[in-house]
T-cell receptor
Framework: AQSVAQPEDQVNVAEGNPLTVKCTYS??????LFWYVQYPNRGLQFLLK??????LVKGSYGFEAEFNKSQTSFHLKKPSALVSDSALYFC????????????FGPGTRLSVLP | IAGITQAPTSQILAAGRRMTLRCTQD?????MYWYRQDLGLGLRLIHY???????GKGEVPDGYSVSRANTDDFPLTLASAVPSQTSVYFC?????????????FGPGTRLTVL
């Protein structure tokens, strides 16, 4: 069975500081991993994904994520946070060998304070 | 290109009434999905479709039905609405039911069942 955990409901960070939103996963096989962002009253928007190869993945709006197989983690990072990054962030996993569907984490609300 | 459209944007419904949420995509994606989003629970898959003419049950299918008569449309029907179906509903699509392609989401339908 697939599962995703986002251990922090809320992350607060000052503008200009680096941010990290944590994600750990569990799959039977090897994962495809995704990050999505949701702004208020909007649908989810794709940020980035890990397929294979380089463990550091770069995505939209300056975000990046690091795949760590031994820790089964895929933390989202950004070197310098903007107030406009404040949103709800979802991590998702799909088992590349056995999974038909995506499994989403519960979401982490990021607040960037001016 | 509109991507995915959903209708209505919001709806207040009396318990026991029948309701169909509409979803249309113009990306010619094979796979389509319906999720519900509830606070603290993230997104939960209701039903999915691999291709026109086929559908499958997700994590929380009870009380919902879907059809996929063609590639573009994937309506979700609540046969007899109950208050626990109060939620925000998102339709999504992806190129395939397996693989590394990300999902694209509609703007959502906010449904309140009284």
């Amino acid at each position: 069975a697939q599962s995703v955990a986002q251990p922090e409901d809320q992350v607060n960070v000052a503008e200009g500081n680096p941010l990290t939103v944590k994600c750990t996963y569990s799959v039977s096989g090897n994962p495809y991993l995704f990050w999505y962002v949701q702004y208020p009253n909007r649908g989810l928007q794709f940020l980035l994904k890990y397929i294979t190869g380089d463990n550091l993945v770069k995505g939209s709006y300056g975000f990046e994520a690091e795949f760590n197989k031994s820790q089964t983690s895929f933390h989202l990072k950004k070197p310098s946070a903007l107030v406009s990054d404040s949103a709800l962030y979802f991590c998702a996993v799909r088992d590349r060998n056995y999974g038909q569907n995506f499994v989403f984490g519960p979401g982490t609300r990021l607040s960037v304070l001016p | 290109i509109a991507g995915i459209t959903q209708a209505p944007t919001s709806q207040i419904l009396a318990a026991g009434r029948r309701m169909t949420l509409r979803c249309t995509q113009d990306m010619r994606h094979n796979a389509m999905y319906w999720y519900r989003q509830d606070l603290g629970l993230g997104l939960r898959l209701i039903h999915y479709s691999n291709t026109a003419g086929t559908t499958g049950k997700g994590e929380v299918p009870d009380g919902y039905s879907v059809s996929r008569a063609n590639t573009d449309d994937f309506p979700l029907t609540l046969a007899s609405a109950v208050p626990s179906q109060t939620s925000v509903y998102f339709c999504a699509s992806s190129e395939g039911l397996v693989g590394s392609a990300e999902q694209f989401f509609g703007p959502g339908t906010r449904l309140t069942v009284l």
